[in-house]
């Protein structure tokens, strides 16, 4: 039962990732000493759409057990031709709010290795474990940066935005241990 299981959850995990048909130059792999710039926005902008900016954010991974061990590459991309931008409303704060609100994927991303890492992950039950801690990230993920984009305006509300920047620069700094896309982790038998 669990070969069946564990088979459907990593082909549903690769029809998703295949999904996006991506290659490496689609995507803008977060990086501390790399900003966002505004040439990482390649997708088309609809004229109808009332928002200013979409930042196609992904937390994308890949993940393996061999022997006693889970392999994981778990990264926060942004994906360039799916994110775009109303040429009208072009601004630095707009992009500094893009840059936060990527930011905080980043933490999320490192909180799920920090819980991979310190959790006991069994052995017979590590698809199960992986996808739950996934879906408690994106879920923890998507509420913050809601509440982000719903104090700050997109930037519009530079107060916030700057608290909001302060708060994201010390989590990351707290988080930097869980920097860096590997995972490698020894499963409980």
């Not at 879920?139 to 930037?155: I, L, M, S």
Request: include cysteine; glycine fraction near 4%; charge should be positive.
């Amino acid at each position: 039962m669990m070969k069946k299981i564990s088979g459907t959850l990593t082909l549903l995990i690769a029809l998703f990732c295949f999904s996006f048909q991506m290659n490496e130059t689609d995507l803008a792999h977060w990086d501390k000493k790399i900003k966002l710039n505004w040439d990482d926005y390649k997708g088309k902008f609809n004229e109808k759409d009332t928002l200013p900016v979409k930042s196609f954010v992904l937390l994308d991974f890949q993940y393996q057990i061999k022997g006693d061990s889970l392999l994981m590459t778990l990264r926060n991309v942004l994906v360039r031709k799916n994110s775009w931008l109303n040429p009208n409303v072009k601004s630095k704060e707009l992009l500094a709010n893009e840059q936060a609100y990527f930011d905080i994927a980043e933490i999320h991303t490192r909180r799920m290795r920090k819980l991979l890492y310190t959790g006991k992950i069994p052995y017979n039950a590590a698809n199960v474990t992986v996808s739950s801690y996934y879906r408690t990230t994106i879920k923890d993920r998507n509420y913050e940066q809601a509440k982000f984009r719903n104090e700050t305006n997109y930037g519009k509300n530079k107060v916030k935005l700057t608290e909001w920047q302060a708060k994201i620069k010390k989590e990351l700094l707290e988080l930097d241990q869980w920097n860096g896309e590997k995972v490698h982790i020894k499963l409980i038998r």
